[in-house]
C-alpha cells in the first residue's frame, strides 16, 4: 500500500518539477500526498483508497503555472 501511494507521487512530482523550473517538486507532492492520505483517512469511511497525482493534475498545474508566469512578466513589464 506504500509503495502503490509513493511511486505515483515521486513520478508525478519530477515531472511537475521539470515544468515547472523546480517550483513545485518531489518534496510538495510528497508532503501534499501525505496530508490528503492522511485527511482523507481520518475523515472519510474509507481510509483504504488510494489517492494521489494524476495525468490531468498534472496538466492543470503546468496550464496555472504559465498562466501565473505570463501575469507576473506582464505586470513587470509595465514598472
Do not use: H, W
Amino acid at each position: 500500500m506504500f509503495i502503490a501511494c509513493l511511486a505515483p507521487a515521486l513520478t508525478f512530482g519530477g515531472i511537475i518539477a521539470d515544468k515547472t523550473n523546480n517550483r513545485l517538486g518531489v518534496n510538495e507532492m510528497l508532503i501534499a500526498a501525505s496530508v490528503n492520505g492522511f485527511l482523507f483517512a481520518f475523515v472519510s469511511g474509507q481510509p483504504l483508497l488510494i489517492l494521489g497525482p494524476t495525468g490531468p493534475f498534472l496538466v492543470f498545474e503546468e496550464m496555472v503555472y504559465d498562466v501565473s508566469k505570463s501575469i507576473i512578466e506582464k505586470q513587470f513589464q509595465r514598472n
